[in-house]
Structures are given as C-alpha cells and as structure tokens.
C-alpha cells in the first residue's frame, strides 16, 4: 500500500514544477502563466512558482539537476501542500539520478506525502514516486488544464481537479457527454476561444469482458513505457530506468488494472503495436486483470488501436474498457495510483472504490 497524502484545503500553497518541458518560463507563455495562477486562486489555492520554473526551456533542458532541486524543495517546505506539474515532454527520466540518491528527498516524500498531479512524461514521476511509496494522481496539468485559454476550465476536468479538495469513501468516474479537438493557436490571441467540442456518442466502451473486476490502478503515458524500456528515443534512457526499477516488474503487475493511453503524437499504428507487444514481454498482461484504455486525441486511429489491443491481448483475452476520459484527451478526469478501483464492463462504470486521501488527523 502506497502512503497517501492529505487532501487539499482552501488557502493551501501549491507548488508549480517544470520537469520536464520549460515552456512556461517563456515569454510567448506569459497569458498561460497569468491564466492558470488566477484559477488557481479562484480555488482558494496559492500557487508557488519554484525558482527554476520559470527559467525556460534552453536552461532547463540543459540542467536536470534544477529541475530535481524544485522537487526537493516542494516536498521540503512545510507550507508547500501539492504539487502541479507545468506539463510533459521527453526527458523528465534526467531527473532520476538526482532524486533517487537523495535520502533526505526520499525521507521527505515518505514522511511528508503532498498531492502530486500531472500526466504524459509525468508518469516517469508517478512512477518514481511509487517506488519511494507515496500515492500521486495520474490528473490534470497546469499549462493543458488550469491555463486552459476558453473562458473557463473545461467543467469536465474542473470537476475532476476538485476531487482534490475531497475524500469521499468511493468516487464515480463517469463518461464525459462531450469531448474537445487539440488548439491549434496558443496565442493570446486564442484567449476566451472555446475548443472545438463533439457530442460522445460513444461513452466508455466494451471492447472484451463481462461482469465486475477490482484491481489496484497501475498505468501510464504508453510513450512513456516505451521509451523507459527501449532506447528509442534516448540511447541512456532505458539504462536509467533500469538502474532505478523504475518500471515494475512482473510480479507488481499481479491483478492490477492497467490503464494506458498515447500521447500527442498519436502514434502510427505499427509503433502502437510495438508499444503494446514490449508491454507483453515484460508479462503485463500475464499478471494483469483488466486494461482502461485513454480516449486517443481528437480520436485518431480510435478504431485501429481498439484491433490492435484486441489482437495483442487475444491469448490472455483480457477484459478491456476503451475510451476512458484520462490522458491527452480533452477533458480528462483523476485516476490515483494504485488505489482500489471496480470497472462493470456490462454498465460500462469505473469506480474508485476507496478514498484518494488520508485521513484527516485533528490538529495539535
């Protein structure tokens, strides 16, 4: 069982993190900066820019070890309560050889647990955290979610963030009635510009199975995965990775459910089936008793991936919902690591079914 941390309060400091792509730090991102901070405190939260956030990306892509440092320093501030990632990219695993030797960060993580949130190449950090044993979300981000350039939050992912000021004993994770295109335009000239919204005429869908599973939630960015365990993308990537256990092993995947989507780039379907079958070698699916599969963006190559999933998963025939609103899709909803989860395949229902947050302890 992963330590929880408490949930979020009015009045609360957050911490903004750049660990890994340092957009926000530049110029062209000033309205986003502006936009998110003001809705976060609309929520009542503080928000903490950490000293190397806002530096850009020249200077954080060239130096790992300040991005590690803002971490250290959230999690070593009394006064910090939760943590926003800015957004993803492509190297956060840079930040592994900084974080996972220092003792007093992982003391810190384990003996002062703060809410984590974030998703794409974040689930190197969720991942990271894991294995020092502290409960973090697979959620929203500052710059795709609180920066959001409509009027407003998408209502969607809004409601989903304020699950975080909640602790209900079970949580329903319903289908989204709409769901958005990608922007084109980030400028401020997009300010106040609604998405281009569809009607969900699918729902969460029944790919394979019947009946009522519960599992532990274990998952991420399917990029992710694969870059971690190939070296696809960085030749030291997957060396890191391993040095580290970063990815579990096969015997932590044991009735959990796995949940998987992709990212921005909406892979070609030859390297999904790639991503999948390395997930295979790695006896996911062996141990695993379900799969959540993310709604692709703007819903490319939905109908490819689902016979590819269905073909690559064919001798375990393991129970999958597809369509879920987590991941690169607009809007996007909060899935907790490793907390227990129920999906009815025939109602097509996901449920969270325990709280997302410790328990609250009396002040002294």
């Excluded at 399917?222 to 990815?247: C, G, M, N, W």
């Amino acid at each position: 069982m992963l330590i929880k941390p408490p949930a979020l309060k009015p009045g609360d400091k957050v911490a903004i993190v750049s660990l890994s792509g340092g957009i926000l730090g530049e110029k062209f991102a000033t309205h986003q900066r502006e936009l998110g901070c003001a809705r976060i405190k609309t929520m009542g939260l503080v928000p903490v820019m950490m000293p190397n956030t806002l530096k850009g990306s020249q200077f954080l892509a060239a130096h790992p070890e300040a991005r590690a440092q803002d971490l250290k320093t959230a999690f070593a501030d009394p006064d910090i309560k939760g943590i926003i990632a800015v957004i993803g990219g492509d190297d956060t695993y840079r930040l592994l050889p900084f974080l996972m030797t220092d003792h007093y960060f992982i003391h810190n993580v384990q003996a002062h647990p703060k809410l984590f949130t974030g998703f794409s190449d974040t689930t190197i950090n969720h991942l990271m955290l894991r294995r020092i044993g502290m409960q973090s979300f697979y959620g929203p981000n500052f710059l795709n979610d609180l920066a959001e350039l409509d009027h407003e939050m998408l209502p969607y992912t809004k409601a989903a963030f304020l699950n975080y000021f909640q602790n209900k004993n079970e949580t329903a994770v319903l289908s989204s009635p709409v769901w958005y295109e990608e922007r084109q335009d980030f400028s401020p000239a997009a300010v106040g510009m609604p998405r281009v919204a569809h009607p969900e005429s699918k729902g969460y869908e029944t790919v394979r199975g019947s009946g009522k599973v519960r599992g532990r939630l274990l998952g991420g960015c399917l990029d992710s995965f694969y870059d971690i365990l190939t070296t696809t993308r960085y030749p030291d990537e997957q060396a890191v990775a391993e040095k580290y256990r970063l990815f579990p092993r096969p015997a932590e995947w044991q009735d959990k459910i796995l949940f998987i989507e992709t990212s921005e780039e909406k892979p070609e379907p030859g390297l999904y089936r790639k991503m999948l079958q390395i997930l295979k070698q790695h006896q996911v699916f062996s141990a695993v008793r379900a799969i959540l599969v993310g709604k692709p963006q703007d819903e490319t190559y939905y109908e490819t991936y689902k016979q590819i999933l269905l073909a690559e998963t064919a001798a375990e025939q393991l129970p999958i919902l597809m369509n879920v609103n987590f991941g690169h899709a607009y809007p996007r909803t909060v899935l907790p690591y490793e907390a227990q989860a129920e999906i009815d395949f025939d109602e097509q229902k996901l449920t969270i079914v325990e709280p997302f947050f410790a328990a609250k302890i009396a002040d002294k």
